[in-house]
């Protein structure tokens, strides 16, 4: 942990968020916080409203009715890049780099998104325009050395696996110093090596970044090894919320899973 003070009020808090799509309840009265340090998983079957808590955390969707509170602020309907200027920043289900710019660049322009204003005041004077790309690719290369990445820094995102994807997405997050990391399952179309590498580095951007994070993921050997605590949803309730050798047993989380026969790539 950063030694920072403690907030007594979680970094971000959902109170009964609700989200309908055309008349389908795809979110029912969520109430859910993620306090400052915590690891929490966020797991259900296919379609229960994970990657909808994201998309309304982030400002990626609006609520229909609800609130979302980032450090007891009401950020409810803010824009996703407002969000992320308050340190909640995001992975995607599906990646979401430039396909067509390099690895490296992926990257500053991310801390180009982030700095909004700033950066761009910075073009008044081309030195300090030069200076802030200087110091921009270097703490992208910094990032991707981090992951392993760093001999990648100048291939396309395109030329990729999709392991090394997920990886230079994770660098891309914690390049703009996150406080809390949402990671939208991050072990899709991984191999069982890359997971044990996620599992590794989910870790470290907690342990040695102080970094706050929100899993979302159907590898349980990922949820199970690095998650403090699991929230469970199904058909957009939640049905647990605890440790996960806990939640797992629970009767209501296993007829979520299997009582349905649904799928959870378990
Ligand atoms: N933009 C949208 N428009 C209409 N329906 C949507 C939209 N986004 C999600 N849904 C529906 O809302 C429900 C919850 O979807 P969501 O993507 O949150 O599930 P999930 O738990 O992330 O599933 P998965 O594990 O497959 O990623 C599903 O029934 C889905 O079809
Ligand atoms: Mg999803």
Request: overall charge neutral; aromatic content about 6%.
């Amino acid at each position: 942990m950063t030694g920072e003070q403690k907030n007594i009020a979680p970094i971000i808090r959902a109170e009964a968020l609700t989200k309908n799509f055309q008349g389908m309840v795809a979110l029912n009265a969520f109430d859910f916080s993620v306090n400052e340090g915590e690891i929490v998983g966020l797991i259900g079957p296919n379609g229960s409203g994970k990657s909808t808590v994201v998309n309304l955390l982030t400002g990626v969707l609006a609520p229909t009715s609800g609130r979302v509170l980032i450090d007891g602020k009401d950020f409810t309907g803010a824009a996703p890049h407002v969000v992320a200027r308050h340190g909640v920043v995001r992975t995607f289900q599906m990646i979401r780099l430039f396909p067509s710019l390099t690895v490296e660049r992926n990257i500053v322009l991310a801390l180009q998104e982030q700095s909004g204003p700033g950066y761009m005041s910075s073009f008044l004077n081309r030195r300090n325009a030069m200076a802030w790309h200087e110091k921009a690719a270097c703490k992208a290369r910094d990032m991707l050395a981090l992951f392993e990445m760093e001999k990648h820094a100048h291939k396309l995102a395109t030329d990729l696996s999709i392991g090394q994807q997920r990886m230079v997405e994770l660098a891309r997050g914690l390049a703009t110093n996150p406080r809390i990391f949402i990671l939208d399952e991050p072990a899709a179309g991984l191999s069982p090596i890359n997971v044990d590498r996620l599992i590794e580095m989910i870790r470290r951007m907690r342990d040695e970044f102080g970094v706050t994070i929100l899993l979302v993921e159907h590898v349980m050997r990922v949820v199970q090894a690095v998650c403090d605590r699991v929230v469970v949803l199904d058909y957009g309730q939640k049905v647990a919320d605890g440790k996960p050798d806990v939640v797992v047993q629970d009767p209501k989380v296993i007829e979520a899973y299997i009582g349905l026969g649904r799928s959870s790539h378990a």
